[in-house]
């Protein structure tokens, strides 16, 4: 079992920027690729950005490229994700999700553990 724990979200203006943590517990971080979802009210859940088991890649969706940034710290086991330029339309419970090294992360795949979700919410 892998516990994940996000942090960070809150209430930000729009154009304003966001830190999400996710810590994790339980079994070898590096063992997993991580991604970040979210799901807004009403919306079905989104991948938003992954990032693979050494941080040496990462893929995000088109809404949120160039404004969106993870990246992982495998000796803290956290994975974190950098949200810039915030839009009213990125107001959504943002949940971090892990999957085994040898499962796909590079999108919206299944992925094994999740977390409890933060909410991100941004006022225009």
């Known amino acids: 079992q892998v516990q994940l724990v996000e942090s960070g979200g809150g209430l930000v203006q729009a154009g304003g920027s966001l830190r999400l943590s996710c810590a994790a517990s339980?079994?070898?971080?590096?063992?997993?690729?991580m991604g970040w979802f979210r799901q807004a009210p009403g919306k079905e859940r989104e991948f938003v950005a992954g990032?693979?088991?050494?941080?040496?890649?990462?893929v995000y969706a088109d809404a949120v490229k160039g404004r969106f940034t993870t990246s992982r710290d495998n000796a803290k086991n956290t994975v974190y994700l950098q949200m810039n330029s915030l839009k009213s339309d990125d107001t959504a419970v943002y949940y971090c999700?892990?999957?085994?090294?040898?499962?796909?992360?590079?999108?919206?795949?299944?992925?094994?553990?999740w977390g409890q979700g933060t909410q991100v919410a941004v006022s225009s």
């Open positions: 990032i693979n088991w050494s941080g040496g890649a990462t």
């Open positions: 339980g079994r070898t971080f590096s063992d997993y690729h």
């Open positions: 999700a892990a999957t085994p090294w040898n499962s796909r992360w590079d999108g919206n795949y299944e992925y094994l553990y």
